[in-house]
Protein backbone atom coordinates (compact mmCIF):
# COMPACT_ATOMS: atom_id res chain seq x y z
CA UNK A 1 0.00 0.00 0.00
CA UNK A 2 1.43 3.24 -0.86
CA UNK A 3 1.82 5.99 1.50
CA UNK A 4 -0.74 8.53 1.34
CA UNK A 5 0.30 11.78 0.44
CA UNK A 6 0.11 15.02 2.69
CA UNK A 7 -0.58 18.64 2.14
CA UNK A 8 0.42 21.37 4.00
CA UNK A 9 -1.85 23.50 4.96
CA UNK A 10 -2.22 26.91 6.74
CA UNK A 11 -5.00 28.50 8.91
CA UNK A 12 -5.58 32.21 8.82
CA UNK A 13 -8.08 33.55 11.28
CA UNK A 14 -7.73 36.63 13.67
CA UNK A 15 -10.81 34.49 16.27
CA UNK A 16 -8.74 31.43 18.21
CA UNK A 17 -12.12 29.57 18.23
CA UNK A 18 -12.48 29.58 14.59
CA UNK A 19 -8.81 28.49 14.52
CA UNK A 20 -9.57 25.57 16.58
CA UNK A 21 -12.46 24.28 15.25
CA UNK A 22 -10.49 24.14 12.02
CA UNK A 23 -7.47 22.51 13.64
CA UNK A 24 -9.19 19.87 15.06
CA UNK A 25 -10.78 19.16 11.23
CA UNK A 26 -7.42 18.86 9.63
CA UNK A 27 -6.22 16.78 12.21
CA UNK A 28 -9.22 14.12 11.03
CA UNK A 29 -7.91 14.12 7.84
CA UNK A 30 -4.86 12.03 6.97
CA UNK A 31 -4.36 13.87 3.64
CA UNK A 32 -3.80 17.41 5.45
CA UNK A 33 -1.10 18.51 7.65
CA UNK A 34 -0.61 21.35 9.60
CA UNK A 35 2.22 23.52 8.70
CA UNK A 36 0.78 26.63 11.34
CA UNK A 37 -1.33 28.95 12.23
CA UNK A 38 -1.41 32.99 12.05
CA UNK A 39 -3.89 35.36 13.89
CA UNK A 40 -3.79 38.03 10.67
CA UNK A 41 -2.62 38.22 7.41
CA UNK A 42 0.56 39.61 7.97
CA UNK A 43 1.72 36.36 10.04
CA UNK A 44 0.61 34.57 7.01
CA UNK A 45 2.78 36.16 4.00
CA UNK A 46 5.71 36.24 5.93
CA UNK A 47 5.00 32.26 6.67
CA UNK A 48 4.30 31.66 3.67
CA UNK A 49 8.04 32.71 2.23
CA UNK A 50 9.35 30.39 4.56
CA UNK A 51 7.46 27.10 4.38
CA UNK A 52 5.83 25.61 1.09
CA UNK A 53 1.85 25.44 1.30
CA UNK A 54 -0.12 23.36 -0.53
CA UNK A 55 -3.65 24.73 1.01
CA UNK A 56 -5.03 27.97 2.70
CA UNK A 57 -7.53 28.07 5.10
CA UNK A 58 -8.41 32.02 4.82
CA UNK A 59 -10.43 33.91 6.91
CA UNK A 60 -11.81 38.04 5.03
CA UNK A 61 -12.49 40.28 7.93
CA UNK A 62 -9.21 40.70 10.23
CA UNK A 63 -7.37 43.51 11.00
CA UNK A 64 -4.36 45.33 9.12
CA UNK A 65 -5.13 43.84 5.85
CA UNK A 66 -8.07 41.37 4.66
CA UNK A 67 -8.03 37.84 3.56
CA UNK A 68 -9.14 39.51 0.00
CA UNK A 69 -6.67 42.03 -0.07
CA UNK A 70 -3.81 39.50 1.23
CA UNK A 71 -4.75 37.27 -1.88
CA UNK A 72 -4.14 39.95 -3.96
CA UNK A 73 -0.15 40.29 -3.07
CA UNK A 74 0.60 36.64 -3.77
CA UNK A 75 2.62 36.05 -6.85
CA UNK A 76 2.13 32.37 -6.85
CA UNK A 77 -0.37 31.31 -4.13
CA UNK A 78 -1.50 27.58 -2.87
CA UNK A 79 -4.89 26.70 -3.66
CA UNK A 80 -7.47 28.60 -0.75
CA UNK A 81 -10.47 28.00 1.05
CA UNK A 82 -11.93 31.34 2.62
CA UNK A 83 -13.80 30.70 6.20
CA UNK A 84 -15.97 33.79 6.92
CA UNK A 85 -19.02 34.93 8.65
CA UNK A 86 -19.83 36.80 5.85
CA UNK A 87 -21.52 35.91 2.42
CA UNK A 88 -21.55 39.28 0.37
CA UNK A 89 -18.06 38.74 -0.63
CA UNK A 90 -18.50 35.55 -2.51
CA UNK A 91 -18.65 36.82 -5.77
CA UNK A 92 -15.49 38.96 -5.22
CA UNK A 93 -13.75 35.86 -4.26
CA UNK A 94 -14.44 33.70 -6.87
CA UNK A 95 -13.31 35.85 -9.08
CA UNK A 96 -10.40 35.96 -7.03
CA UNK A 97 -9.96 31.99 -8.51
CA UNK A 98 -10.53 30.72 -4.75
CA UNK A 99 -11.17 26.83 -4.52
CA UNK A 100 -14.34 27.35 -2.18
CA UNK A 101 -16.03 29.80 0.30
CA UNK A 102 -17.67 28.45 3.62
CA UNK A 103 -20.27 30.51 5.67
CA UNK A 104 -19.09 30.04 9.60
CA UNK A 105 -19.94 28.20 11.72
CA UNK A 106 -18.37 25.52 9.52
CA UNK A 107 -19.50 21.84 9.66
CA UNK A 108 -17.29 18.80 8.96
CA UNK A 109 -19.18 17.42 5.87
CA UNK A 110 -18.89 21.06 4.50
CA UNK A 111 -15.17 21.38 5.07
CA UNK A 112 -14.68 17.93 3.51
CA UNK A 113 -16.72 18.79 1.09
CA UNK A 114 -14.01 21.75 0.08
CA UNK A 115 -10.60 20.11 0.58
CA UNK A 116 -11.90 17.32 -2.02
CA UNK A 117 -12.55 20.24 -4.31
CA UNK A 118 -9.63 22.07 -3.76
CA UNK A 119 -6.97 18.97 -3.51
CA UNK A 120 -6.59 16.12 -6.98
CA UNK A 121 -9.27 14.59 -6.50
CA UNK A 122 -7.01 11.15 -7.43
CA UNK A 123 -5.27 12.00 -4.62
CA UNK A 124 -8.28 13.05 -1.90
CA UNK A 125 -10.29 10.51 -2.79
CA UNK A 126 -11.90 8.28 0.42
CA UNK A 127 -8.95 9.44 2.64
CA UNK A 128 -10.28 10.46 5.61
CA UNK A 129 -10.33 9.18 8.64
CA UNK A 130 -13.58 10.28 9.41
CA UNK A 131 -15.65 9.35 6.52
CA UNK A 132 -19.12 10.65 5.92
CA UNK A 133 -21.73 8.55 3.68
CA UNK A 134 -24.15 9.66 1.52
CA UNK A 135 -26.87 9.49 4.32
CA UNK A 136 -24.59 10.88 6.39
CA UNK A 137 -24.05 8.65 8.73
CA UNK A 138 -20.60 8.81 10.47
CA UNK A 139 -19.66 5.47 11.97
CA UNK A 140 -15.95 5.81 11.98
CA UNK A 141 -15.72 9.50 12.57
CA UNK A 142 -14.15 10.22 15.86
CA UNK A 143 -12.83 13.53 17.63
CA UNK A 144 -10.09 13.73 20.26
CA UNK A 145 -10.95 16.14 23.25
CA UNK A 146 -8.32 17.27 25.98
CA UNK A 147 -9.73 15.87 29.06
CA UNK A 148 -7.77 14.58 32.76
CA UNK A 149 -4.05 16.00 31.01
CA UNK A 150 -4.50 13.51 28.06
CA UNK A 151 -6.21 13.78 24.49
CA UNK A 152 -9.11 11.89 24.61
CA UNK A 153 -10.38 9.75 21.56
CA UNK A 154 -14.27 10.06 21.47
CA UNK A 155 -16.29 8.65 18.60
CA UNK A 156 -19.75 10.07 17.33
CA UNK A 157 -21.68 6.79 17.09
CA UNK A 158 -20.58 6.48 20.87
CA UNK A 159 -22.17 10.19 22.15
CA UNK A 160 -25.56 10.62 23.42
CA UNK A 161 -25.83 14.17 24.11
CA UNK A 162 -23.92 17.04 25.52
CA UNK A 163 -24.54 19.34 28.10
CA UNK A 164 -22.56 22.70 28.27
CA UNK A 165 -21.21 23.44 32.13
CA UNK A 166 -20.48 27.01 32.11
CA UNK A 167 -16.68 27.07 30.51
CA UNK A 168 -17.06 22.88 30.06
CA UNK A 169 -18.60 20.19 28.17
CA UNK A 170 -19.43 16.96 29.43
CA UNK A 171 -20.32 14.67 26.45
CA UNK A 172 -22.05 11.84 27.56
CA UNK A 173 -21.19 8.63 25.63
CA UNK A 174 -21.90 5.33 25.89
CA UNK A 175 -18.35 4.24 28.17
CA UNK A 176 -18.73 7.04 30.37
CA UNK A 177 -18.70 10.70 30.05
CA UNK A 178 -16.11 12.71 29.19
CA UNK A 179 -15.35 16.25 30.51
CA UNK A 180 -13.35 18.95 28.55
CA UNK A 181 -12.96 22.81 28.57
CA UNK A 182 -14.86 24.02 25.18
CA UNK A 183 -18.07 26.17 24.40
CA UNK A 184 -21.00 24.13 23.12
CA UNK A 185 -21.36 26.37 19.94
CA UNK A 186 -18.13 25.32 18.62
CA UNK A 187 -18.86 21.88 19.18
CA UNK A 188 -22.22 21.92 17.62
CA UNK A 189 -20.24 23.58 14.44
CA UNK A 190 -17.99 20.54 14.19
CA UNK A 191 -20.51 17.68 14.81
CA UNK A 192 -22.81 16.71 11.05
CA UNK A 193 -26.25 18.37 11.67
CA UNK A 194 -27.51 15.22 10.17
CA UNK A 195 -26.37 13.26 13.16
CA UNK A 196 -26.81 15.89 16.07
CA UNK A 197 -29.13 18.94 17.06
CA UNK A 198 -29.42 21.65 19.08
CA UNK A 199 -32.32 21.30 21.18
CA UNK A 200 -31.32 23.67 24.18
CA UNK A 201 -29.20 26.30 24.94
CA UNK A 202 -26.88 23.93 27.01
CA UNK A 203 -27.93 20.77 25.59
CA UNK A 204 -27.27 18.49 22.15
CA UNK A 205 -28.05 15.22 21.53
CA UNK A 206 -27.33 12.56 19.26
CA UNK A 207 -31.01 11.71 17.20
CA UNK A 208 -30.07 8.15 16.84
CA UNK A 209 -29.79 7.62 20.42
CA UNK A 210 -33.57 9.11 20.95
CA UNK A 211 -35.53 7.26 22.83
CA UNK A 212 -38.33 9.08 23.22
CA UNK A 213 -39.98 12.59 23.20
CA UNK A 214 -42.29 15.59 24.19
CA UNK A 215 -42.97 18.80 23.11
CA UNK A 216 -40.92 19.61 26.03
CA UNK A 217 -38.38 16.88 26.45
CA UNK A 218 -36.48 14.35 25.16
CA UNK A 219 -35.53 10.89 26.13
CA UNK A 220 -32.06 8.76 26.26
CA UNK A 221 -32.57 5.59 28.44
CA UNK A 222 -32.82 6.80 31.63
CA UNK A 223 -31.53 10.79 30.97
CA UNK A 224 -34.34 13.60 30.46
CA UNK A 225 -32.75 16.64 28.32
CA UNK A 226 -35.15 19.72 28.10
CA UNK A 227 -36.27 21.46 24.95
CA UNK A 228 -35.46 24.94 25.06
CA UNK A 229 -38.84 27.17 23.61
CA UNK A 230 -36.14 29.03 21.37
CA UNK A 231 -35.33 25.71 19.72
CA UNK A 232 -38.70 23.82 20.03
CA UNK A 233 -40.21 24.10 16.71
CA UNK A 234 -36.87 23.30 14.77
CA UNK A 235 -36.23 20.05 17.05
CA UNK A 236 -39.82 18.76 16.68
CA UNK A 237 -39.69 19.66 13.15
CA UNK A 238 -36.63 17.21 12.64
CA UNK A 239 -38.10 14.61 14.59
CA UNK A 240 -41.67 14.30 13.22
CA UNK A 241 -39.78 14.16 9.74
CA UNK A 242 -37.97 11.13 11.06
CA UNK A 243 -41.35 9.56 12.76
CA UNK A 244 -43.34 10.66 9.85
Known sequence: ????????????????????????????????????????????????KQQHIDLLFLDIQMPQITGLDMIGTLINPPKIILTTAFEQYAVKAFELDVADYLVKPIHFERF???????LPEQEARCETQSPVNAQGTADHAFLYFRADRKMVKVMLVD?????????YLKINTTKGPVITKYAISSLEAMLPASLFIR??????????????????????????????????????????????
Open 199 to 244: VHRSYLVSVNKIDSYTLEEINIGSNIIPIGKLYRLQVLDILNKQTG
Open 112 to 118: LKAVLKA
Open 1 to 48: MEPIKRYNCLIVDDEPPAREVLRRYVAQLPILSLAGECGNALQAVSLL
Open 159 to 167: IQYIESLKD
